[in-house]
C-alpha cells in the first residue's frame, strides 16, 4: 500500500513540463456556457417530486400527525411520516467516534417520536410535480408537547441544565483529551503553568457558520429491479455508496451513486444527508424515479453548519517572550445529532492549535455538546481555521501583555528553516518550510513600514478612522490522510486514493480518479500531471470521475487531500503504464529492456539514433496484440492506490490592515497580502483561484458571517438576506504570493491548497481590528465584526456582544411552560 | 392558466403556464434552459440572471407571464454552439474567473448587461456593478479581472492583464 518509500521526484519526461504551467481549464467548456449536468437538471420519465414537511419547533415529542388533507391535494402520490418509516430507516451514519465511550444519540432521517431541531424532517411529500409537493406542505398538521430547547454550550454543562436528549445522561457527547506531557511529545503543562513568568488567558468565540455552497443539494434515486441510481450534489459518491448500503440494507454492488456537475461544497456536501435516504427509502418503496431539491431556505436551516466553538486558551511565557505552554478547553457544538464527522472535526483540531511555535508543553480538552441546532460537520479547514485563530490571537495577546511587537515574539518562537522536519509538541512531524522567508515576502508585499508609519501619524493626529495591522503566520495539516494514522484516532475509514489509466487505441489517455472534484479543477490539473509523465499531449487526456460504476473506487474529495493523495495515485499508476510498456517496447524494438530510454513519449534504445516507438503506438500495438512478449497481458493499462505515510503542512505568512471607523464602527479592509507555501505548484492559476476562494471565506467568517438562533431555537439568520454571503463589493483586492517547499511526503511535491486561505486569514482581519483600537481600550471583538460590535466594544467596553435574540415563536414560550434559556437574549 | 409567447435564445415559445410561474421555472422545466440555475429563494444570489428585452433580470423575480411577448436570453444563447465564445465567456475562462461554474451563467449575464452600461468599468465600478450576484469559490479577483478583459477586447483596446499580473 505505501509506496513512497522510491518516490522520486516528478519527472518531467516531454521537452516543456505541464507542471507549472498555467493552464486554462478544461471544465470551463461547460460551465461558461450552460451545457452543465447539475443534478436538479435531471429528468427522468414517471419522476416523482419529494418535499420534506419540517419541525418548526427546536424541541419536542410529536403527538400527532395529521396528513389527510395532503393527500387529498392535486397530484400528491404519498405521504409518509417517521412511523411509516421507522423500520427501515436506520441511523445516518457517525464514522468518528472519537473517543471509546462516545455518545451517540442515534440519528433518524426522519423523527419519529421526537424532534431536536427546528428543520429537521417530520414528513415527506411525494407529488407528480415540484409545485404539488410544495404545496402540499403546509397541509400537514403536526402537534408537539414542547420541551426546553438546549441552546447555549456554557449553560447546557452547567449543573441544572435542561437535557438535548432526554434518553441519555447529560449533553456532553465525549471529553477527548490529547496531553503532551502523557503523549511523551511535551513537559508537564501544569508545571510549565507554575513556573510561568507570564500566564495570559483568554475566551474567544468561534462562531457557528454555514458552508453555503452556491448549488442546492440535490438528489434524484432511479430504482431498476433490485438495482438502484442515485445521482446527488454530493462531494463523496464512494463514501456515500458505502454508507447508504450500511444504512439501508441495499447490497452495495446493487447501488451505483454518481456526482455529476456539482456546485461546490467546502465540507458541506460531505455528509450522508438525510434526504439521500429517505429519497432512495422512498424510490424502492413506490418503485418510481424520486427527485429532490432543496430551497436555500430549507439549505441554511438543515444542511450541517461549521465551525460553533468556545475556546478559553491559556498561554504561558517567560518575560522575553520565549513561550512555554499553551493549554486549550474547548467546548464544541456538535448540535442535536452526530453526523459523518460531527465529533471529528474538532478532534482533527487538536494537533493544530500549537501551529508553528516551539511550545515546550501542551494540553487540549474538549467536549463535544449536544444543542437543539442543527448538527455541525465539516467546513473549510473543518478544526484547523479554529485551531490558528485561537493560537494567532492568544499570540497577539501575549504580545501585547509583554508590550512586545508582535511580529518579533512570533519570530521568537517560531520553528526555523533548517529545524524540518520538526516534531511538534503535538506530536506531528512538519515536513519542510521557511517562515522567515515567507515572512519578510508578505511584509515587503504589503508596504509594511508605511503602513506602520500611517498608524502612527492616524494615532498621533486623534484621527476617527484609525488603521491597524494584523498577522496570522499559520500551518495546517493537508492531505488526509494516512490511513493508519486515521485508525490510531478511531476514525472508521482509510485514507489512501486510487486511480487507474486506460491506454486507448488511438494514443488517447482515460484517467480514472477517486478524488471526486466539485470545482477544483482535477481535470486539467490530473491533465497536466499525466502529460508530464506519459509524455501525451494535454488534450489527449481525458478524466473521469465522481462515478463509482466508473471510478469504482475511491474517498473523495476534502481536507485538500485531492492533489497530494488523488494525483499520486495518477502518477504512481502511470509509472506502471511505462513500466508495462517498457516490455512491449523492448519486444517491439528488439531490445534489451535496460537499454530502453523513455522521454518525451517515446522508448528510445540508448546508441541506436532513429529508433523509437511512443507510448501511444504502444497501445494501439498491445489492442491489435499481434505482437507482444510471451510472458505480459496484452494490455498496459494500469491501477494504482496511495497511501501517504504523513500528512503534509503547507504554511504562510497573512497581514491584514484594517481601517477602523471608530464613529461608525464600520471597518474596511485596506490592504491583504500573504505569501503561501503549497509546495509544487501543478497549476498557478487553480493555486490561485483557491487561495483567494479561501481568503473569502475566512474573512468572511470575521467580518460578515453567522448562523444566529434565537431563544427557541429559531434560526434567524435563515436566508441570504440574513446570512450574510460577501458579495464582491465586500471583499478587497487580495496580493498574493508563494513560496515553494517541495513536500518530501508525495512525488509531485505538493502540499494541498484548498483550505489554506480559509484558515489563515480568519485571525489576520481580528487581531488587524485589534491593532487599530488597542490603544482605546479594546481587548476582544466578537466575530463577525459588525459596525454594531465593533462601535459598541470602543464606545461600551466588552467584546461587542451576543446576537442572539429574544424568543421569536411566542407559542415555544406560553405553552411550553418554561424553556428555561430566556437568558441567552437581551444582551444588546 | 394562462398562454404565454416568448422568444427564448432565438426560438419563439407558446405553452400553458400557472400565472404564479416564475420565468426561471418556466425556462428550466417548460423549456428545458437548464442552463440557467437557481440558487436562492429570495432574489439575493443571481444565478438565474438572463437578459429580458437586452436587460439583466433576476429570472426568479420575474413571473413567466411578465415575460409574455418578450425576447429573453440566456447563457445558452450568447454564443452559437461550436461558434464563437462571447468575450466575456472568452474572458471567464481565460482569467480563470469560475470554479465550481454554478454561479457562472447568472454572473456573465450580469457582466454583459453592465458592460453595455459602462464599457470601461474601473475596479470599484466593477464589484459594486456585480454585487447582486453572489460567487462562493472565487473571491471574486478573477471575476472582476474577467470583465476587465473583457471590456478590452469588446473596447477594441488590446488589454494586457495577465491572469497572474
Redesign the interface.
Known sequence: MTVTEDAATLTPQSPEKEVGKARRRKEDARLITGRTTWTDNMVLPGMLHMSVVRSHVAHGKITNVDVSAALEAPGVVAVLTGRDLADEQGSIPCAWPVTADMVNPGHPSIAVEEVNHVGEAVAVIIARSRDAAADAIELVDVDYDLLPPVLDMEQAVGGEADLCHDHIDSNTAYHFVFDAGEAGTGADTEQAFADADVVVSRRFVNQRLIPAFMEPRSVVVQPQGENFTMWSATQIPHVLRVMLAMVTGIPEHKLRVVAPDVGGGFGGKLQVNPEEVLALLIARRLGKPVKWTETRSESLMTAHHGRDQIQYIDIASDREGNVKGLRCRILADMGAYLRLITPGVPALGAFMFPGIYKFPAYRFECDGIFTNKVPTDAYRGAGRPEATFAVERIMDELAVELGMDPLELRRRNWIRAEEFPFTTVAGLEYDSGDYDAATQQALDLIGYDELREEQRRRRESGDPVQLGIGFSTFTEMCGLAPSRVLGSLSYGAGGWEAASIRMLPTGKVEVVTGSTPHGQGHETAWSQLVADQLGVPFEDVEVLHGDTAVSPRGMDTYGSRSLVVGGTAVVKAADKVIAKARKVAAHLLEANEDDLDFSGGKFTVRGTPGTALSIQEIALAVFAAHDYPEDVEPSIDADATFDPVNFSFPHGTHICAMEVDTDTGFVKIRKYACVDDVGTIVNPLIVEGQVHGGLAQGIAQALYEEAVYDADGNLTTGTFVDYLVPSAADLPHFDTGNTVHVAPGNPIGAKGVGEAGCIASTPAVVNAALDAVRHLGVQDIRMPLTPERVWRAVHQGGDGGDRAAAPTNAQAVDSAGAPGTSSQGGDL | MARVSMRVDGVTYTDEV?PRTLLV?HL??ALG??????????S??G?CTVHLDGQAVKSCTVLAVQADGAEVT???GI?APGGA?HPV?KA???M?G????????GM?MASIDLLKDNPRPS?HE???G???????????????RAVQQAAGEMSGTTDTLG??A
Open positions: 400557472e421555472h428550466r422545466e434552459k437548464v442552463g440557467t440555475v437557481v440558487g436562492c429563494d429570495t439575493n444570489c444565478s440566456t447563457i445558452e454564443a465564445l465567456q471567464f475562462h481565460e480563470h469560475l470554479q465550481c461554474g454554478f454561479c457562472t451563467p456573465i475596479e466593477i464589484r459594486e456585480i454585487e447582486g450576484n453572489l460567487c462562493r469559490c472565487t473571491g471574486y479577483q478573477n471575476i472582476v491572469a497572474q
